[in-house]
């Protein structure tokens, strides 16, 4: 079951009659087309969350000269967004450190509920992409503080609650390219300033035991705390003859330990199979970023990015997942 509060408003669609998968796509996607916004050339990779009596989203908006930020959004039902024409404006943390701020690019980002604050974590372009952190109370104040990590890094996703007393964050090392390897790892701070007690999560599998996430993984949505442990979505690479190819695998992670992986599963729960996960700017890519999720009925719904171009839905229950991943784990 899941640990948490209950979101009896959530997007929700009942699975396809004729449907065996884990996880199963929502009838009417793309929710956000590529020109949501006035000068977009693509929303993808986003993330959102509950807000008031509707939800909150920060959406990574390619604009028409391929510049890569994030808009905040507003949507009374999670399938029907209002997102920002313009890019959030984020204030520093502290105004005394010129270097608190700099940013050339924002993109995939999350957001995390921890207390009172939303916190929003993105790639950031300083020097290389890094992990930028930010926060807001309202989302209409937007505040950056100090990036997470060294260059280059990617894919930094927080704990929803405190770990040990410290934030926690699972992250991908990398490198200025387009990392040709990439393990996730565990990190913790007391401030989230200064990081340390990194710990090795997941790596590779290569390409004899599960080519889907043979190339690189990366961590996706806020992990889903349940009584099992952390559920973690994440993304896994295999390189095609066709180039790269994203898709979406589970996992179970330690709940007080969340750098022992407890399960971890080999098939993958969805692949790029539909016109608008294999057409677009970046053919062939399901790549997750966030959920929601009710702890009464234990549902799920999964937003995730489709082709680098729009964003779409899916749904699962926590039951189902855990049970898939227990079941086809290859540990």
Not at 63 to 90: L, Q, T, Y
Not at 141 to 161: I, W
Not at 304 to 326: R, S
Request: aromatic share 12%; net charge negative; with cysteine.
């Amino acid at each position: 079951m899941i640990i948490g509060e209950e979101l009896s408003n959530m997007p929700w669609e009942d699975r396809p009659e004729n449907c065996k998968d884990v996880v199963w796509r929502y009838s009417k996607n793309p929710i956000i087309k590529r020109d949501a916004t006035k000068n977009s050339n693509s929303i993808f990779n986003s993330a959102v969350i509950p807000f008031k009596d509707g939800f909150a989203g920060v959406f990574r908006c390619d604009n028409k000269c391929r510049e890569m930020n994030v808009h905040v959004g507003f949507s009374k039902d999670g399938i029907n967004w209002d997102i920002n024409d313009e890019p959030i404006n984020f204030k520093s943390a502290d105004t005394t450190d010129p270097e608190i701020g700099i940013s050339k690019y924002k993109y995939d980002p999350r957001v995390c509920k921890i207390d009172d604050k939303y916190y929003i974590t993105w790639c950031n372009g300083y020097h290389g992409p890094t992990i930028g952190v930010g926060y807001t109370e309202d989302f209409k104040t937007f505040y950056q503080t100090e990036n997470a990590f060294l260059p280059f890094n990617r894919n930094g996703v927080l704990f929803p609650k405190k770990i040990n007393g410290n934030f926690a964050m699972l992250s991908r090392p990398s490198d200025n390219g387009h990392t040709p390897f990439g393990d996730i790892y565990y990190s913790e701070s007391p401030d989230l300033k200064f990081w340390g007690k990194h710990r090795h999560v997941m790596t590779t599998t290569g390409i004899e035991i599960s080519p889907w996430q043979s190339t690189k993984i990366g961590a996706g949505p806020i992990p889903i705390e349940t009584d099992e442990g952390w559920l973690l979505i994440y993304h896994g690479v295999l390189t095609s003859c066709n180039g790269y190819v994203y898709h979406m695998g589970s996992a179970i992670l330690d709940k007080n330990e969340p750098w022992k992986v407890k399960f971890r599963s080999r098939p993958y729960i969805l692949s790029p199979q539909t016109q608008y996960e294999c057409v677009g700017d970046v053919p062939n890519v399901v790549f997750p970023c966030a959920t929601l999720h009710d702890s009464k009925t234990g549902k799920i719904a999964i937003y995730y990015g489709a082709a680098d171009t729009v964003t779409a839905l899916a749904f699962t229950t926590v039951e189902e997942l855990i049970k898939f991943t227990k079941e086809n784990s290859m540990i």
